[in-house]
C-alpha cells in the first residue's frame, strides 16, 4: 500500500535537492503518493502567513513529510517584504518550521552527524610526531525542539503586566530599573520537566538501541541555574534506569572548545532548544558542513524530516543547481527508519557512503570550490549528478 507523504520544498534550493531526494526513494522501490504543500517567504509576503492553515491541515492528515528549507529575515526586512496592501493590519512574521514544530509538538529533533570515509571535508588533526589523524566522528544531538529560546514568548517595550512582573525579580530591578521601557527587549528561556525528560529518556533509548557508550547532558548550569539545572537535574534521574550507558555533563562554551580536541569521544549529546542547535552546527562542520546535516523532527503524531541548512537563495536561480543534496537524502533515510522501512533506507545510505568514498563524483563544497555557476565546469557535480550517482551505485549493487 502506497504511503502519502506531504512535501514542502519551501524556498531557495529546497525544491532542488527535495527533488533528488524524491529521486532517489523513487529508484530505492519506496512508493508513495507526494502531496505538495505550501510554506515559505513567498506566502508571507501575499498571504501574510509563511505557514497557511491548509498546510496544517495537510499535516494533520498526512503525518508524514519532508520539508526541504526556509528563509527567514529580521522582523524589519519581513515587514518591508510584506504586500502593502496586508501592512498595517498587525501582522507578524514567525519562522513556519518553529511554528509546525510547536503547532504539532514536535519536541523531538534528532541531528546525526556521522563522518563519511573519504570525504575530502573531515575533521583531521595533528598527532604525535607530526602525523595526520582523522577521528571517526559519529555524534547525535537530541535537540529539544519547542521550548528555550525559540519559544517565541518575548517582547520589545513590555508591556506593563510583564515589566511588572520582570521588576519583582531583584536582579531585574538592580541592573534594568533605569533603562526606559521602549529600550528593552526580553526573550524568554522557558524549559518544562515533562519536555526535559522527553528529550532525555529519548536520547537514553537511542543510545542503548544502536551501541553508544555515553549521553551526555551539554548546558549551561553553572550560570543558567534554573533551566540548564532542570535538564541536569532529570538526566541524572533517567540515566538510573540505563546503567550500561555513562551519563556526562558539558557546559556549551566548553563543549565547543572540545569539538576540534577529541570529537571521537562523544557518542549522543541532549540539549535545550538553542544549545542544541549550536552543538549540531559544531558537529556537523566536522563531518563536511550542512551538505551532510540531516534531521528528524519527531512528534507523537505528527513527524518532519529536513536538513538543516538554510534555503541558500543565491543559488536558487541558477541554470544548473549546484548545491549539495545529500543532506536532504539523508534526511529522507530517517524518514525511512521512522516508518519501518530501514533496508530501503540502508540501501541509499550505502550508496551514499560508495559514492563519497570512490570520490569520482563530488558537490563544489566537497571540492572546495567557493560556490557559483562555473564549478561545473572545474569538476563539480550539478545537484541532479550527485542523485545520479548514488542511484547509479544502488542498480549496480
Not at 19 to 25: G, P, T
Not at 121 to 137: A, C, D, S
Amino acid at each position: 500500500m502506497k504511503r502519502t507523504v506531504v512535501t514542502m520544498p519551501g524556498d531557495g534550493i529546497g525544491g532542488a535537492v527535495l527533488d533528488e531526494a524524491l529521486k532517489v526513494l523513487d529508484a530505492v522501490g519506496f512508493e508513495a503518493e507526494y502531496v505538495h504543500a505550501d510554506i515559505g517567504w513567498e506566502f508571507w509576503k501575499k498571504e501574510g502567513n509563511p505557514l497557511p492553515d491548509r498546510t496544517i491541515d495537510l499535516l494533520e492528515k498526512h503525518r508524514i513529510a519532508l520539508f526541504g528549507a526556509i528563509t527567514s529575515k529580521p522582523k524589519d526586512k519581513a515587514d518591508a517584504d510584506l504586500d502593502p496592501a496586508l501592512r498595517g493590519k498587525g501582522l507578524v512574521y514567525y519562522s513556519p518550521i518553529v511554528a509546525m514544530r510547536q503547532h504539532f509538538d514536535l519536541d523531538i529533533c534528532t541531528r546525526p552527524c556521522k563522518a563519511f570515509k573519504g570525504n575530502p571535508l573531515n575533521f583531521i588533526r595533528k598527532g604525535p610526531g607530526g602525523t595526520i589523524e582523522e577521528p571517526l566522528v559519529d555524534a547525535v544531538i537530541f535537540r529539544q525542539n519547542t521550548e528555550g529560546l525559540y519559544g517565541g514568548v518575548e517582547w520589545t517595550n513590555p508591556p506593563d503586566d510583564v515589566y511588572e512582573a520582570l521588576m519583582t525579580h531583584p536582579k531585574f530591578r538592580k541592573n534594568f530599573a533605569d533603562v526606559p521601557r521602549e529600550d528593552l527587549a526580553v526573550s524568554t528561556r522557558i524549559f518544562s520537566r515533562n519536555a526535559c525528560r522527553r528529550i532525555l529518556k529519548s536520547a537514553f533509548e537511542y543510545a542503548d538501541k544502536f551501541g553508544y557508550k555515553s549521553v551526555t547532558i551539554c548546558e549551561k548550569p553553572n550560570v543558567i541555574r534554573e533551566t540548564s539545572g532542570m535538564m541536569r537535574e532529570e538526566g541524572r534521574k533517567i540515566s538510573k534506569d540505563f546503567p550500561n550507558i555513562d551519563l556526562w555533563e558539558t557546559n556549551i562554551d566548553a563543549q565547543m572548545m572540545w569539538l576540534t580536541k577529541n570529537p571521537e569521544n562523544y557518542g549522543v549529546l541532549v540539549s535545550g532548544n538553542m544549545f542544541g542547535d549550536i552543538v549540531s552546527d559544531g558537529f556537523a562542520g566536522l563531518v563536511g558542513g550542512l551538505g551532510f546535516a540531516c534531521s528528524a523532527n519527531i512528534g507523537d503524531e505528527v513527524a518532519v524530516f529536513e536538513p538543516t541548512h538554510g534555503s541558500a537563495p543565491k543559488y536558487a536561480d541558477y541554470e544548473v543547481s549546484i548545491v549539495n543534496p545529500i543532506a536532504m537524502i539523508l534526511s529522507s533515510c530517517m524518514m525511512l527508519d521512522h516508518i519501518g522501512e530501514t533496508e530501503k533506507a540502508s540501501s541509499i545510505r550505502k550508496a551514499v557512503e560508495t559514492v563519497i568514498a570512490e570520490g569520482k563524483v563530488s558537490s563544489y563544497d566537497m571540492l572546495k570550490l567557493r560556490g557559483s555557476q562555473d564549478v561545473l565546469e572545474q569538476g563539480a557535480a550539478s545537484t541532479a549528478q550527485m542523485g545520479d550517482a548514488i542511484i547509479e551505485v544502488m542498480e549496480r549493487n
